[in-house]
């Protein structure tokens, strides 16, 4: 149907041969399932994604409401990291507050061994899912696996005190508290893999920054070992 559409018409094309053929399965990524299935490389593809975007934009847009993940947030998912990276899948999820949008957005930095941003991502949507309360857990343990890869020593030091700035300035600005522990803890494992030991002083610039609050300083001396 690709082929034969005229390109002005190919993404309803597509999307009228998906409804067709949707009693003989699901087509959860039409762009992948398109390209796999010819030989060389489809014609004027980058016209067609922009297309098929505006498309499915329009179609998310009316199904709006819907809590349950459909095709065609599957869809809008795909074409959004092919247009515009992990930056959209990131807007997705904070517009939506959904637990499959933040899963899509963690899972493509995972697969890219982006674990600075794996880490970032699964905290945030710890803390800013919506639909879901039950998924926390899962993106609370998908940010403790990003920080063991961080711990490697093939990793930089930098990148984990960055996410754990982050991570910090994250929990202060919106004054979660139940979420410092994980905070000082990710500031702590900077210092356990510094062989060096050039963390101290960081660390303790991090703890004189947040002198008031006093609920994070006891987990920093928690974590910290009282450093």
């Not at 600075?116 to 343990?141: C, H, N, P, Q």
């Not at 910090?168 to 900077?190: F, I, P, Q, W």
Request: proline share 3%; charged share 35%; net charge negative.
């Amino acid at each position: 149907m690709y082929m034969t559409a005229a390109p002005a018409h190919r993404a309803k094309a597509v999307k009228t041969a998906i409804d067709d053929m949707s009693a003989a399965g699901h087509f959860w990524h039409p762009l992948e399932q398109l390209e796999r299935v010819t030989v060389e490389p489809l014609p004027d593809f980058e016209d067609f994604l922009e297309a098929w975007d505006h498309l499915v934009r329009i179609l998310a847009e009316r199904e709006r409401d819907n809590e349950w993940d459909t095709d065609v947030d599957r869809w809008r998912r795909e074409v959004t990291q092919r247009l515009e990276g992990t930056d959209g899948l990131a807007a997705i999820a904070r517009s939506t507050k959904r637990s499959d949008d933040f899963r899509a957005w963690c899972r493509a930095l995972v697969e890219g061994k982006d674990w600075t941003g794996a880490l970032i991502a699964y905290t945030e949507s710890a803390e800013s899912v919506e639909d879901k309360s039950y998924a926390r857990g899962d993106f609370l343990d998908g940010a403790a696996l990003a920080a063991q890869e961080l711990s490697r020593k093939d990793l930089p030091l930098k990148a984990m005190q960055k996410a754990a700035e982050k991570r910090l300035d994250g929990v202060t600005e919106h004054k979660r508290r139940r979420y410092y522990g994980h905070a000082a803890s990710l500031a702590a494992s900077c210092m356990a893999v510094d062989e060096a030991n050039n963390s101290s002083k960081w660390f303790a610039a991090i703890r004189d920054e947040y002198r008031r609050y006093p609920a994070l300083q006891r987990e920093l001396n928690w974590y910290g070992g009282g450093q």
